[in-house]
């Protein structure tokens, strides 16, 4: 047998990384501790992971997982040929070294009895812990996962709620009308509270209305899934109207759903207004289709637009959705804490109230990319003079008079005048 060496891990190792994960498994061994895109992710983030190569194959690997002195070895795989031949306890020594090297005391490692790597802890000094049990908390909240990546849904991590910054009158009211009675529906009940089932956020663009929803999806701890209108037309023969239908199908299996569309006024436009690509067949859907997904419990149907006033009228209607929520240009108070949340380091040397002050007319969307330009430019001024001097007002007012500010006159006066003629919360 030609000889194998040890090197790190590197991006490229990843295809075959997983060729090697998947064969030394066994077929009846029960799910693996750490799942694949757990420990790939590791790996890649040089947690530290060391393979096993005979020329250009990928022959066995380790990784492992450090938080500081302790760590959880994720992986210990090999090829199919390449067992028994001490490569296991090698990768095993390598990787221990590394973990030593970084401060770690703690070693241990979870495996599916008789697994591959089983072997190689013993004969690397690890000793099996008996009498205990491995206890998991179940992933979702009754979504099934393969149906959920069917329709092309997310989970959304925790904190998006919090992640949204300013905007304390927006946050108010979405979660009074639609994050609390959703999440206290017993209470709801017992006041006769009805929670809400469809909810529009209108408003000019980049004020964070995909951002919103995301957030609401975030608090309840529901399945996310995007509706695209622009994908609906070429989706399937049977043109948009059959693809939507058959995307409202597909959902009614998910036990809780949020359900977005974004841009809705591409395919609920009023009559007449509508894209071609689409034409007022679909409106006509989306219609019928809102009653039957208003009938099941943990069902949120929010649709977002820029432009309120070309909905047609029959969607508005309060039988379709509860309610018709602005989301505005953030006020003073809203533009400081977005900075804050983008200056990051940042905010300690710069004037705050001035860069809120010069970014007037901007919208959530501006102010981060401004904020990133000002950063790009103390960087690269760093880059040159290494001096550690941190980032100044200036370089933030130089990115501002940099950004085109997405509101204008006009958008604000259109804004005031829909929440006047549309707005209902
Ligand atoms: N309150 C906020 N705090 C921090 N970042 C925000 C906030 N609102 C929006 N953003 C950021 O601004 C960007 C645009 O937000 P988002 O996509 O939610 O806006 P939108 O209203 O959906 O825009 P569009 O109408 O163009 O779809 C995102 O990168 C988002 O993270
Ligand atoms: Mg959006």
Same mark, same amino acid.
């Given at each position: 047998?030609?000889? #194998? ?18 064969? +030394? ?7 693996? /501790?750490?799942?694949?895109?757990? /420990? ?31 760590? #959880? ?9 390449? @067992? ?45 812990? $008996? ?23 997310? /989970? ?31 209470? =709801? ?22 951002? *919103? ?27 948009? =109207? ?32 509508? =894209?071609? $690509?689409?034409?007022?067949? /679909? ?26 006033? +070309? ?14 929520? %602005? ?5 003073? =108070?809203?533009?400081?804490?977005? #900075? ?12 705050? %109230? ?7 007319? *901007? ?15 103390? *960087? ?5 003079? @290494? ?18 500010? $997405? ?19």
């Amino acid at each position: 047998m030609p000889a #194998w060496r040890l090197r790190d891990f590197h991006d490229d190792d990843l295809d075959q990384a997983i060729r090697v994960w998947d064969q +030394s498994r066994h077929e009846d061994e029960p799910a693996p /501790v750490f799942p694949i895109s757990e /420990v790939m992710a590791a790996a890649r983030a040089k947690q530290p992971a060391v393979v096993a190569v005979v020329g250009h194959e990928l022959v066995g690997m380790a990784v492992a997982h450090a938080q500081g002195e302790r760590a #959880w070895v994720l992986l210990v795989a090999l090829a199919a040929h390449w @067992r028994h031949q001490g490569i296991g306890s090698s990768l095993l020594a390598e990787l221990e070294r590394r973990l030593r090297a970084a401060g770690v005391r703690r070693i241990s490692a979870l495996l599916p009895d008789s697994a591959t790597g089983a072997t190689a802890l013993q004969n690397s000094g690890f000793q099996a812990r $008996t009498g205990l049990t491995y206890y998991e908390k179940p992933e979702q909240t009754g979504a099934d996962a393969g149906l959920l990546a069917a329709v092309g849904g997310r /989970v959304m991590p925790s904190g998006l709620w919090d992640a949204v910054a300013g905007m304390e009158r927006e946050k108010q009211i979405i979660e009074r009308d639609i994050v609390l009675p959703l999440s206290e529906p017993e209470l =709801a009940g017992r006041y006769g509270v009805t929670p809400p089932k469809g909810v529009i956020l209108f408003g000019p663009p980049g004020t964070g209305k995909t951002s *919103f929803a995301k957030a609401v999806a975030s608090r309840l701890a529901w399945p996310f899934v995007e509706l695209f209108p622009s994908r609906l037309a070429s989706d399937t023969s049977g043109g948009p =109207a059959a693809a939507l239908r058959e995307a409202f199908t597909e959902l009614a299996e998910l036990v809780a759903v949020l359900l977005f569309i974004d841009e809705v006024e591409e395919i609920a436009a009023a009559r007449g207004d509508l =894209a071609i $690509t689409t034409g007022h067949g /679909v409106t006509n859907e989306l219609l019928k289709l809102i009653p039957g997904f208003r009938e099941h419990d943990d069902r949120l149907l929010i649709c977002a637009t820029n432009s309120v006033r +070309s909905l047609d009228p029959a969607f508005l209607r309060p039988g379709r959705f509860d309610y018709v929520i %602005p989301i505005g240009p953030p006020d003073t =108070a809203a533009r400081t804490a977005i #900075w804050q949340r983008y200056l990051g380091p940042a905010a300690g040397s710069v004037d705050l %109230p001035r860069l809120v002050r010069a970014s007037d007319m *901007f919208t959530p969307a501006d102010i981060e990319f401004a904020a990133r330009k000002g950063a790009q430019a103390a *960087f690269e001024r760093e880059l040159i003079h @290494r001096d550690g001097k941190p980032a100044t007002t200036e370089d933030y007012l130089t990115a501002i008079a940099g950004t085109r500010p $997405t509101l204008t006159e006009r958008t604000i006066r259109d804004f005031h005048e829909d929440i006047g003629a549309f707005s209902r919360m």
